[in-house]
């Protein structure tokens, strides 16, 4: 199926338009106090929970709403217009939370953690990043030796949103659990992927970040102390951990870039609002060209951005190979969601730079969009690569 921006099929839009009143209504009120406060939204993600937003693109059987990834992504865009912390706590939670464990898991893993993660009751992480291993991730550090039926872990884990909630139930860490020879003739670490729940000795979030936005997501460094786990928690192959996360990555760029439409959107919503709003000289600012100029110029970049990251979900959900759009997508919407932030603050003038103002977060939110997941340079390669160059 061919997504088009305007036109979706009845399903979609249905539920593009309940994610949406759920943001006005529920979201948009409470946002600003949750950012000011650094304060996780535990009772916006139970009502999601309850909607079943979290469960979005799995199965029924394993207590999924039987949809797909684009289902997700239209659910995450609406939410970033108003929220990107609780849009990421959601593309997280799915996207690199819960999906490793569907799409490598075992039947038994699947039967016992699928339940418990997509009603959102609890929690998964994905512990990719290590302090010198950020776009290498290549370079992981964390090592896992097994003996006697047991993994033992030790290592550490950087930036690694959803990992030390109330409601965090496991991580899925990349881990050196051994060598190979590679086609080159010479050894390289095997990388392996390992469940570990939250409460396992060992096992410490440290103290949150303090960032520059997404104040309201969570976001911990991760200690593995002689962490041990049972024989059976490796998720898929072994061996297979850093081929399976690049498949993981590659979907969740378009989740990102999802994230990122709703925000540039965001931008255009409340800066049309304020121009029409705000008189100046006797006149509404939009009436001046220089402003309604600078909104069009904001308009097209997120319809861009949009139509990138639908044809990316194409892709995809046909089976086609999908590696280079989704790396468009996220570049293009990552820089809309930037140069519109920029933009609309300065269409807000001194009151963009008011914090209790919409387009204020989304100034202070959005450049991550242009590094996690992939940074800008990362995307540029990729893409490069994908034109043989």
């Given at each position: 199926m061919s997504f088009t921006p305007g036109v979706l099929p009845e399903e979609y839009e249905s539920l593009r338009r309940a994610v949406a009143d759920f943001t006005d209504n529920e979201v948009a009120p409470v946002s600003a106090e949750l950012d000011r406060k650094h304060e996780f939204p535990y009772e916006l993600v139970a009502k999601m929970g309850k909607m079943g937003l979290f469960g979005l693109p799995f199965p029924e059987e394993y207590g999924g709403m039987g949809g797909d990834y684009f289902a997700l992504c239209l659910a995450i865009e609406e939410i970033a217009r108003e929220n990107q912390s609780l849009a990421i706590t959601l593309e997280a939670a799915v996207s690199l939370g819960a999906m490793p464990i569907y799409l490598f898991g075992t039947e038994e893993q699947k039967k016992e953690w699928l339940p418990k993660l997509t009603d959102g009751s609890g929690l998964a992480s994905f512990g990719l990043t290590e302090p010198e291993a950020g776009s290498d991730a290549g370079g992981t550090r964390t090592k896992a030796t097994l003996e006697n039926g047991e993994w033992t872990i030790n290592g550490s884990k950087s930036f690694i949103t959803n990992?030390?909630?109330?409601?965090?139930?496991?991580?899925?860490?990349?881990?050196?659990?051994?060598?190979?020879?590679?086609?080159?003739?010479?050894?390289?670490?095997?990388?392996?992927?390992?469940?570990?729940?939250?409460?396992?000795?060992?096992?410490?979030a440290e103290p949150l970040y303090d960032?520059?936005?997404?104040?309201?997501?969570?976001?911990?460094?991760?200690?593995?102390?002689?962490?041990?786990?049972?024989?059976?928690?490796?998720?898929?192959?072994?061996?297979?951990?850093?081929?399976?996360?690049?498949?993981?990555?590659?979907?969740?760029?378009?989740?990102?870039?999802?994230?990122?439409?709703?925000?540039?959107?965001?931008?255009?919503?409340?800066?049309?609002?304020?121009?029409?709003?705000?008189?100046?000289?006797?006149?509404?600012?939009?009436?001046?060209?220089?402003?309604?100029?600078?909104?069009?110029?904001?308009?097209?970049?997120?319809s861009?951005?949009?139509?990138?990251?639908?044809?990316?979900?194409?892709?995809?959900?046909?089976?086609?190979?999908?590696?280079?759009?989704?790396?468009?997508?996220?570049?293009?919407?990552?820089?809309?969601?930037?140069?519109?932030?920029?933009?609309?603050?300065?269409?807000?003038g001194g009151y963009g730079f008011m914090n209790e103002y919409l387009v204020a977060r989304h100034y202070r939110d959005s450049k991550i969009l242009e590094i996690g997941e992939g940074t800008t340079e990362v995307q540029l390669m990729l893409i490069a690569r994908a034109l043989g160059l």
């Open positions: 990992s030390g909630t109330d409601i965090t139930r496991l991580v899925t860490a990349t881990a050196v659990t051994g060598t190979r020879v590679g086609k080159d003739g010479k050894e390289k670490p095997e990388i392996s992927t390992i469940m570990i729940p939250a409460g396992t000795p060992g096992f410490t960032k520059v936005g997404w104040n309201s997501s969570d976001t911990h460094p991760l200690t593995f102390d002689n962490v041990k786990v049972p024989e059976e928690n490796l998720l898929g192959e072994r061996g297979r951990g850093y081929a399976n996360f690049l498949r993981i990555l590659d979907e969740g760029r378009i989740a990102v870039a999802a994230l990122s439409v709703g925000a540039a959107q965001g931008c255009v919503d409340a800066s049309v609002k304020y121009a029409q709003e705000r008189t100046s000289f006797g006149k509404p600012i939009a009436s001046y060209q220089a402003i309604s100029f600078k909104i069009a110029r904001m308009e097209a970049r997120v861009a951005a949009r139509a990138a990251y639908y044809e990316a979900a194409s892709k995809m959900l046909a089976g086609e190979p999908f590696k280079k759009e989704a790396s468009i997508a996220k570049l293009i919407a990552g820089e809309a969601a930037m140069d519109n932030a920029r933009d609309a603050t300065q269409v807000h």
